[in-house]
């Protein structure tokens, strides 16, 4: 299974709606997230920066949260997405 990060905010209203879907899924399947909060952490802050030019490329130029990366193959999305939506590409980096 790919490495799967999600990079979040604790206040954040979308990342918070996100949550349970991603539990959801990693109760449902194989797929397991790295989650890690960034607005309260300067070295997840330094890791999503990190991998900026991959979340640029699918997320309209800019780092925000929520967002989902496979660090293997850099496929990314940011936003909040239905849980079957999630599901798909989760399933994709498989």
């Known amino acids: 299974m790919a490495k799967l990060m999600m990079f979040h905010g604790r206040e954040c209203p979308h990342c918070g709606r996100m949550m349970p879907r991603v539990e959801k899924l990693e109760s449902e399947t194989a797929a397991r997230f790295d989650k890690r909060e960034v607005w309260h952490d300067e070295a997840n802050q330094d890791l999503m920066r990190s991998y900026q030019d991959a979340f640029k490329a699918k997320c309209g130029g800019?780092?925000?949260?929520?967002?989902?990366?496979n660090t293997e193959t850099l496929d990314a999305f940011c936003g909040e997405v239905e849980y079957e939506d999630l599901k798909a590409w989760a399933e994709r980096q498989a």
Request: net charge positive.
């Open 62 to 69: 800019q780092l925000r949260v929520p967002a989902f990366l």
